[in-house]
């Protein structure tokens, strides 16, 4: 503002302001202070985002505090420690959700096929013969409740002991995962408990390819299964083959790189097997996984005790309605 001598307003002088003044440049544009508020505490890379990884727990990235106060993000966190590691999603479909605690099923049989009576030539003006089948009693499977409850207390809570709330984390996964694959290889038993898919097969353990005939070796055992698939008209493929470490270890000593050819089965290596057995199974065709809960988590503060809670928990069901899907395989180790 521009004033004359005896005090009276003769103009107004433009005045400019420079926006930057005071910024440097960082790949953006920071102010000078919060750059070396970012240089004194160091760089922390972001989280890669749900479904790619769990958040990450380091730094300043997120805190412990955060995650207890946001449930989604524990149960994204154990859903992504655990995805690779169920084996019911390699086995059953995912048939949906659940309605009144159980699903009804019908089984399938071996005469379900054809029919009791065959057909036959008809002469002309004839009556033709009646042909029937059996009508099976259906099935029932019922809702299981799995899950558990670990704690944070309020001083690792305050300190930020992203580590110790990690591996909390972690071992509920793991404790979930171990139960249901329990659970799930337990239905596939149960569903041929009367050992009528057993199979006796060869000694992998004592196998030596340089002088035992092929009829010795772990892949006879392995066209044998396709074999008897084919012989039951049942249309199933017989491509995995669910083995306890040892065995898996023997078909990499026998066959090493070669185990991935495309002929050969898949394989699943798991301590859920005993061992010496092995469960050889048609994917998507043994039966249903359905949730009536999905694995979720929730938390709460305990005041008289200072410590925050999480808990986990799952209700899926399993059923085999075709246990011709399923083999078992014994005395791999002799």
Same mark, same amino acid.
């Given at each position: 503002m521009l004033l004359s001598a005896d005090g009276n307003v003769v103009g107004i002088e433009p005045v400019t302001f420079?926006?930057?003044? /005071?910024?440097?440049?960082?790949?953006g544009f920071l102010t000078a202070a919060a750059a070396q508020i970012l240089n004194a505490a160091g760089s922390y890379p972001m989280p890669v985002s749900h479904p790619f990884g769990p958040p990450v727990i380091s730094g300043t990235s997120i805190t412990v505090e955060a995650m207890l106060a946001q449930p989604v993000r524990i149960t994204r966190m154990v859903m992504d420690?655990?995805?690779?590691?169920?084996?019911a999603d390699k086995i059953f479909t995912n048939g949906g959700g659940v309605t009144g605690g159980a699903?009804?099923?019908d089984e399938a049989q071996e005469n379900e096929l054809y029919t009791n009576r065959d057909v036959e030539q008809v002469e002309p003006a004839a009556e033709f013969p009646l042909v029937t089948s059996d009508q099976t009693a259906p099935n029932v499977a019922t809702v299981e409740k799995w899950g558990g409850k670990t704690f944070i207390t309020d001083e690792a809570r305050d300190?930020?002991?992203s580590a /110790?709330?990690?591996?909390l984390i972690r071992q509920l996964s793991n404790t979930i995962v171990r139960k249901l694959n329990q659970r799930a290889v337990k239905a596939l038993e149960d569903a041929i408990a009367d050992g009528s898919r057993n199979v006796v097969g060869n000694n992998w353990a004592t196998y030596d390819p340089e002088t035992d005939p092929p009829q010795d070796s772990p892949a006879y055992d392995f066209g044998r299964a396709q074999m008897q698939a084919d012989n039951e008209e049942m249309g199933i493929d017989y491509s995995l083959w669910i083995i306890n470490p040892q065995e898996a270890l023997n078909l990499m000593a026998i066959y090493g790189p070669g185990l991935n050819a495309p002929m050969m089965p898949t394989f699943y290596s798991t301590p859920r097997v005993t061992a010496g057995t092995a469960l050889v199974?048609?994917?998507?065709q043994v039966g249903q996984q359905r949730m009536e809960k999905p694995l979720g988590s929730e938390t709460w503060r305990e005041?008289?005790?200072e410590r925050t809670w999480v808990q986990s928990s799952v209700r899926p069901l399993w059923f085999v309605d075709n246990k011709f899907a399923i083999l078992r395989y014994t005395g791999l180790a002799g």
């Open positions: 420079d926006r930057h003044a /005071g910024v440097q440049s960082y790949e420690l655990t995805r690779e590691r169920f084996i699903v009804v099923y300190r930020n002991d /110790g709330f990690t591996k199974v048609a994917p998507g005041q008289k005790t």
